[in-house]
C-alpha cells in the first residue's frame, strides 16, 4: 500500500511540473534544456519541445527514452497562487476583494479581475495596479 501511495506522490509530482522548463541530463552526460510537454508513465519516457541541448544545438521536438534519463531537474518555479493572494490581500483588505480559486488555478480580485499563471485578464485602473503587483 505505501508503495502506490509513493507512486501516486512521484507522478503527481512529475504532472506538476508539465508545461514548465526542465533540465534532462542523460546516463551519458548529455542535458537537454526544454518545455515539458509530456511522459510515458510505463517507460517514463519524456517529450521536449523547444529544446537545447549541451552542446547549444536546438530542437524543435525531442523525446527522451526514460532509459536513458538520469536526472530531470526542474528549472521554472511553479506559479506560487497562494503567495501571490496574499500580496494581493494586503493592498486590498477589504473582506472577500481576493478569493482564491485553487481548483481552477486562478485568484479572483473584487470578481472582476482575473489572475492565472498566464496573466491579469481584465480592463482598467484596477487590472493595472493588480499587474503592477
Known amino acids: ?3 502506490s501511495a509513493v507512486t501516486r506522490r512521484f507522478f503527481k ?3 506538476a511540473m508539465l ?3 526542465i ?3 542523460t546516463v551519458t552526460g548529455k542535458q537537454y534544456i526544454g518545455k515539458f510537454e509530456g511522459y510515458d508513465d510505463k517507460s517514463l519516457s519524456l517529450c521536449l519541445s523547444d529544446v537545447k541541448d549541451s552542446e547549444g544545438k536546438t530542437y524543435h521536438k525531442v523525446f527522451i527514452y526514460g532509459h536513458n534519463i538520469a536526472e530531470i531537474i526542474e528549472i521554472e518555479q511553479p506559479f506560487d497562487l497562494k503567495a501571490l493572494a496574499e500580496r494581493l490581500e ?3 483588505p477589504q473582506k472577500g476583494a481576493v478569493k482564491v480559486l485553487e481548483e481552477a488555478g486562478m485568484i479572483l480580485v473584487f470578481n472582476k479581475i482575473k489572475v492565472t499563471e498566464k496573466g491579469v485578464e481584465g480592463e482598467g485602473p484596477l487590472a493595472e495596479r493588480v499587474k503592477r503587483i
Open 90 to 92: 494586503k493592498v486590498f
Open 13 to 15: 509530482e512529475l504532472a
Open 1 to 3: 500500500m505505501l508503495n
Open 23 to 25: 533540465n534532462v541530463i
Open 19 to 21: 508545461g514548465m522548463h
